[in-house]
């Protein structure tokens, strides 16, 4: 999309008229979608796009596989609290317990609400996406708020990289990916909106949606004392980049500091046969399964390097962005060392979101030199080859009625099948 051609007084009318949201919404959600996004700055249009996560999650499809999916089970848990009905009492004595192991409080607690009322797995998640969609959103629009009408395919391409990072769809695994969300809202708060405390706040809150957001919110904290001294931070980050693997045993020893509420799932994602039977399912994959993640850490990455190397003369000139960029580099690096216990890899995808956000922001900012370009280039067929895998993934998760339905009719006629298996079956 570019306004190449169009009248200013044109443009400004485009994106002042108000979108008919409710009236889309009912009829043609996903049509509501496409024009949210197309005017993304019409009053109402950041309202549409959160409504269209609500529907998603409405008509997403949960998998029957208890032993798999997350979905699965948090769609059985709503089925026993409905039939169970355990008072509130009960329900808040079951969090932070060394018998339950419950150490998040947001997906119990709104599954509880929800199973007051019904076991309609379909209100559930509408209920997780809406909150999910908020979050995500916000974040998709404080970024698309700093682009104003440097709207490129270039620039939408990268958007579209930002928001696939950590997609609707990753509702699979609502508690940690809706605690990425509501974590990286409270950054972008923080750093692009230089609104502090409630960055801090919103930062958080993600603590009570999963558990191992102390970390990252840790890091924050602890940047928040430190010198401001990017050279340092990216020093740190290309050293961790390197890194392959770190003895396990070390790792356990250390989080063995931690309360003892939070020691059986420290064994269990840092258990020895756990981790060797992750990289054991690992070799099963197909290609494109790897070469999705790391065609994405190799363009953000080195579009991230690029930029400090040839631009840091700019980036000093703006306090927020070089704040910004130097807490991205010291989370980055620690997430690299995360990493290495395979459940740790998930604070990846937060680094990618942060740093792809940072990327747009420099790139609509400041002229970029040479070497900026030729790297932008070679990265295009990687992040483009990333989108393709992660919508081919999100095909699981969304039927038919994604597309073409409506909330009426998504009452009226159950779809629980994957559009992948209708495109499989078109071949």
Not at 191 to 218: C, M, R, T, Y
Not at 341 to 359: A, D, K, Q, T
Request: net charge positive.
């Amino acid at each position: 999309m570019s306004f190449k051609g169009v009248r200013p007084n044109t443009r400004k009318a485009m994106n002042s008229k108000p979108l008919p949201v409710a009236l889309l919404f009912l009829v043609w959600p996903f049509g509501l979608l496409y024009t949210s996004l197309k005017n993304f700055k019409a009053p109402g249009a950041k309202t549409g796009f959160i409504l269209f996560c609500a529907y998603f999650g409405f008509v997403f499809v949960v998998s029957r596989d208890l032993g798999g999916a997350d979905s699965a089970r948090y769609a059985q848990l709503l089925r026993d609290m409905h039939q169970l009905t355990p008072s509130f009492e009960n329900l808040w004595a079951s969090l932070y317990s060394y018998e339950t192991n419950i150490l998040d409080i947001y997906q119990p607690l709104l599954t509880w609400l929800v199973s007051l009322f019904t076991d309609n797995i379909h209100i559930l998640f509408a209920s997780f996406a809406f909150v999910f969609g908020w979050f995500y959103a916000n974040n998709i629009w404080i970024v698309l708020k700093q682009i104003q009408n440097k709207v490129t395919y270039l620039t939408l391409l990268l958007v579209l990289v930002f928001a696939l990072i950590i997609p609707i769809w990753y509702i699979n695994g609502v508690r940690m990916y809706t605690a990425a969300q509501i974590f990286i809202y409270g950054i972008l708060l923080y750093f692009v909106e230089n609104e502090k405390k409630k960055g801090l706040l919103w930062a958080g809150v993600s603590i009570f949606v999963h558990f191992s957001f102390l970390f990252p919110f840790a890091l924050l904290i602890i940047y928040k004392i430190l010198p401001k001294k990017v050279i340092i931070y990216f020093i740190f980050f290309i050293i961790t980049l390197l890194f392959s693997e770190i003895n396990i045993y070390n790792i356990q020893a250390y989080l063995r500091m931690l309360p003892d509420i939070f020691q059986p799932r420290v064994e269990s994602y840092t258990n020895i046969e756990y981790v060797k039977g992750i990289k054991k399912s690992a070799e099963y994959y197909n290609w494109y399964v790897a070469f999705s993640g790391l065609a994405l850490k190799v363009a953000i990455s080195s579009l991230l390097i690029i930029l400090i190397i040839f631009s840091r003369k700019f980036l000093k000139k703006n306090k927020q962005l070089y704040e910004f960029v130097g807490f991205i580099l010291f989370f980055g690096s620690w997430a690299n060392i995360a990493a290495v216990v395979p459940s740790g890899g998930r604070f990846l995808v937060v680094f990618n979101m942060l740093s792809m956000g940072f990327i747009i922001l420099y790139l609509v900012k400041y002229q970029v030199s040479f070497p900026v370009k030729i790297i932008r280039l070679i990265s295009m067929p990687l992040l483009i080859f990333y989108c393709i895998f992660t919508l081919r993934v999100g095909f699981d998760y969304m039927g038919i009625s994604t597309f073409i339905g409506n909330p009426f009719s998504a009452l009226l006629i159950e779809d629980n099948t994957p559009l992948i298996e209708f495109v499989k079956s078109l071949l």
